[in-house]
């Protein structure tokens, strides 16, 4: 399955990134909880703006419930080590992909289940990425994460390629991609889960 998501993806994530991520192991964990948190809240937005497809809410109801079970497991990590819980703000990672959404339907839903769908991979690769390199319980957590949500970024292809309506999303794909591509290898100011490549 890793190698059908390095595949979808642009790129790789940078090692530089790795080590800083190594470095910065608290602030990784907090911006965890958060984006899991995030993945929750955004299949929720889904199932209210597109309340009239049952099978997208039956699938997005679940991930819902998936996502935030993974928050209280990264939350229990976070309490079991001692991490005090403070804000953290978010990357640019998310901005900069939803800002390629469009405004209009019916591309605007598949736009978003597309972007949904590059986050969710990109997550799986740093699982990856990251896992060999941490303790034991980080490492069986992270690739624990990595085999559950896999198939999540498939699904919000299947569900992007239905709302296309036979249309073909391989240019929208392509320019999601470019711009998740420069995302991750462009110089990035802050470390984050999703940050780029460390300035």
Sequence with gaps: MIEEIYEFLGCRTPQAWVETALQNQELLLLDHKNNELKAASSALALINRYCEDAELCNYMSKLAREELVHHEQVLKIIKRRGIKLRPVSASRYAA??????????????????????????????????????????????????????ARHYQNYLKFATKYASGKDIADQLDKIRKVEQGLIESPDQQFRFHSGAPA
């Design 96 to 149: 900069g992909l939803k800002g390629q959404i469009s405004k209009s339907e019916p591309l605007r839903v598949v736009d978003t289940l597309i972007v949904g769908a590059f986050i969710e991979a990109r997550s799986c690769e740093r699982f990856a990425a990251i896992a060999s390199h941490l303790d034991p319980e980080l490492e069986d957590f992270y690739l624990g994460l990595l085999h559950s949500e």
